[in-house]
């Protein structure tokens, strides 16, 4: 039973794998506004429905491991050490974001793509700001309770809300830049390292 589950969940993730790569070429090509989600769904070799059975929308798509992303952050909250600092938590929470979740979104061109679409597409940047939002309600209350002697509810989520700010508008700048995978990992790690830096 355990081994058609993870077969189960291989296919679900080559699904989404190739109707992100999809997306992302037709994207590139045609432009964000001209592609339908029967066109991504047609070129990934899928019908609609297992389109929306993996992504809400056309935006989702660009988003698409957000959501792994923040469980990323949720287990360093979790699991961390004892006696270990809050400073030294973010960093490493940041680096499980940056190496894992980013390995796919920056070498494939996802990360790029977004960072140009967000600049110029509404139902985008709402969708992001929406991803954003969520991503530090999850957060916050998380951090709170891992360390309840230093963080109060507000300052738990002022402290998520510059984290994913400064962390996202390094990404974003450099993305911009044209920077490489490598530069805008470092620009990541640096926006976090200076957030870290102002918790005592």
């Known amino acids: ?81 004892a006696g270990e600092r809050l400073p030294d938590v973010l960093v490493r929470v940041t680096d499980q974001m940056i190496f894992n979740a980013w390995d796919h979104d920056l070498p494939s061109g996802l990360a790029a793509l977004r960072a140009r679409l967000a600049a110029s597409e509404p139902s985008l940047q709402a969708r992001l700001l929406q991803r954003y939002l969520t991503a530090q309600a999850e957060l916050a209350p998380a951090l709170q309770r891992a360390f309840p002697d230093d963080l109060d509810t507000t300052m738990a989520s002022a402290l998520v809300g510059a984290m994913v700010g400064a962390v996202g508008a390094a990404a974003l700048t450099a993305l911009r830049r044209g920077d490489g995978p490598d530069e805008v990992r470092d620009a990541m790690r640096q926006a976090m390292a200076l957030v870290a830096r102002s918790v005592t």
């Open 1 to 81: 039973m355990v081994e058609k589950a993870g077969l189960r969940e291989r296919k679900k993730q080559r699904t989404r794998q190739a109707l992100t790569e999809a997306a992302i070429r037709l994207f590139e090509d045609r432009g964000y506004d001209q592609v339908t989600v029967a066109e991504i769904a047609d070129a990934a070799e899928v019908s609609p429905r297992t389109f929306f059975l993996h992504f809400q929308t056309k935006e989702d798509v660009l988003l698409a491991n957000a959501d792994v992303r923040v469980d990323l952050a949720l287990e360093v909250i979790a699991e961390h050490r």
